[in-house]
Nanobody, 122 residues
Framework: VQLQASGGGLAQAGGSLKLSCAAS????????MGWFRQAPGKEREFVAG?????????NYTDSVKGRFAISRDNAKNTVYLQMNSLKPEDTAVYYC???????????????WGQGTQVTVSS
């Protein structure tokens, strides 16, 4: 199984970035997918999750609600994180994760991607 995250980079405060995570080696639609992030000196934290199968249900940590949107394309085995109105405190390494038949909270992900750096300047 491979989860390949991409789309990170440098953005100004108020700007936008879109992360992608391409999955291979698994039956993608059977996995709840999510994004986590880890800032320097901090623990990894949950950012967003989307339900397995058709992605009807989503979940977000409070600090990104209304600014970030998670989505999935099962035909492309890819999950996305659209990040708008970025803030300097969003600076972190972002990881995608997969949890087989899991919940939108992804409490125990089975697989992790390698991470992509997001840096937001003020």
């Amino acid at each position: 199984v491979q989860l390949q995250a991409s789309g990170g980079g440098l953005a100004q405060a108020g700007g936008s970035l879109k992360l992608s995570c391409a999955a291979s080696g698994l039956t993608f639609s059977n996995y709840a997918m999510g994004w986590f992030r880890q800032a320097p000196g901090k623990e990894r934290e949950f950012v967003a999750g989307i339900s397995w199968n058709d992605g009807t249900h989503t979940n977000y940590t409070d600090s990104v609600k209304g600014r970030f949107a998670i989505s999935r394309d099962n035909a492309k085995n890819t999950v996305y994180l659209q990040m708008n109105s970025l803030k300097p405190e969003d600076t972190a390494v972002y990881y995608c994760a997969a949890d087989r038949f899991g919940s939108i909270y992804l409490r125990t992900p089975l697989f992790w991607g390698q991470g992509t750096q997001v840096t937001v300047s003020s």
